[in-house]
């Protein structure tokens, strides 16, 4: 038999989603696992934005729609980036796409050529270097340290850029780290974007889910110069509990919105047409539930970080929003339990699953051996139950 594209090696499956499988697995042989691994929000989707589904449904809107999206939910993106970030976007230049994450790749479609350097800061979400290499492209991944707040400053990006770069991949507020950018930060690294001729990929899915004084800023706020080199990532399904719904969006200059476009027309067509009327419903309707699921994230947000503090060896940076704790934990590596030794955060994360029940998702998955990344998008009552099991595990190792 004649082999696969070789492209398709070099590229490995989402570990996150492997954990959660093995996770989903345990409970299945009736283990009591306590999952730290999710990636979404616990809570249900709000009522009114169900209902909104439902009248698609019994309304016969079920038939294709234009495959960029309809006009409808374009036009509510545009009135959200105008309230929210202050960005007047017209319809042309909005691509609705199946999830954050297929907006990504019809980026990564359109941008990169074989050869093309990626600048992807570390800690990264898991797919950003997959997708790069779909392409062909080289992920090019910047380390960035604990003291900066896991930030990629200015002067590291100017150091990183070469001939063949082609852009820079910003999450803020990150997926695993939680730590989130200020628009004084922005603007140091939209001068360096700007003066390198580079395009920047702005994934802002966890906007909505910032805590204390953290103030979110999409880095296309910046001005026209940085404006016409952004590509503004965004969605409903960590904001409105929606992640089944697999809606997601860009924002860009209408040329590069027009070839993704064109490339997803070619791909996936339209997203769902059911879930793009529960969309609009999310961000035309109330509020009040993700205003009701950050107070909640934010009180289990301070108990993970001071209980985790608390621990002998483990130290954790309290972040300013998303769903996730990332401590770093490389204090323990090089103890035993038995005769399992532990040098890795996957040793770590596979003692924790197997010995402790407690599925935690390892660092190295982002780029960080030295840490682990928790979810706290799980009940109170899971949170304080997982965290006693981590503590003996922890205290199990010598
Ligand atoms: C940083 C980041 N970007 C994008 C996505 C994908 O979002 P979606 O479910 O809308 O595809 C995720 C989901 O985990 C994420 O954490």
């Known amino acids: ?132 290499l779909l392409q062909e492209a080289v992920p090019k991944i910047v380390e960035t340290r604990e003291e900066d707040n896991f930030r990629l400053t200015a002067d590291v990006l100017g150091r990183h850029v070469t001939a063949r770069t082609k852009a820079l991949i910003l999450n803020s507020p990150s997926n695993p780290t939680g730590c989130g950018y200020s628009l004084d930060e922005l603007r140091e690294l939209a001068e360096v974007i700007v003066a390198q001729d580079l395009y920047v990929i702005s994934d802002e899915i966890y906007e909505k889910l910032v805590y204390g004084s953290f103030e979110f800023h999409s880095i296309a706020e910046i001005g026209d110069a940085i404006r016409k080199r952004t590509l503004v990532v965004n969605g409903v ?15 860009g200059p209408e040329n590069i919105i027009k070839a993704m476009s064109t490339v997803q027309s070619q791909s996936t067509s339209n997203p769902t047409s059911i879930s793009q009327k529960a969309a609009e419903e999310a961000l035309t309707g109330p509020q009040d539930a993700v205003a009701m699921m950050v107070r909640e994230f934010d009180k289990r947000r301070a108990h993970i970080v001071e209980r985790l503090n608390a621990m002998e060896g483990i130290s954790c940076l309290t972040p300013q929003g998303a769903f996730y704790v990332f401590p770093r934990v490389d204090a323990l590596y090089g103890k035993k339990h038995g005769d399992r030794m532990i040098n890795s955060s996957l ?52």
């Open 1 to 132: 038999m004649k082999p696969l594209a070789t492209r398709v090696g070099s590229v490995k499956p989402s570990m996150t989603l492997a954990i959660s499988a093995q996770a989903k697995q345990l409970r299945a042989d009736g283990v009591d696992v306590v999952g730290f691994g999710a990636g979404e929000p616990d809570f249900d989707t709000p009522q009114n934005i169900k209902d909104a589904a439902v009248r698609a449904i019994e309304s016969g809107f079920t038939k294709y729609t234009p495959a960029s999206g309809t006009m409808e939910l374009k036009q509510a993106v545009c009135v959200k980036m105008k309230q929210d970030n202050g960005l007047a976007y017209e319809p042309s230049q909005i691509l609705i796409s199946c999830g954050a994450k297929h907006s990504l790749y019809n980026i990564a479609q359109v941008l990169f050529d074989r050869g093309d350097e990626v600048l992807i800061p570390a800690p990264y979400w898991v797919s950003y270097p997959d997708q790069a």
């Open 347 to 398: 040793d770590l994360a596979d003692y924790l699953l197997k010995e402790a029940s407690v599925a935690v998702v390892p660092g190295v998955a982002f780029g960080a051996d030295a840490y682990i990344r928790l979810s706290y998008a799980t009940s109170m009552e899971t949170i304080k139950k997982g965290l006693s099991r981590l503590e003996k595990a922890f205290s199990g190792l010598s």
């Open 237 to 251: 399904s960590k904001s409105h509990s929606m992640t089944g719904w697999r809606i997601g969006w860009t924002a």
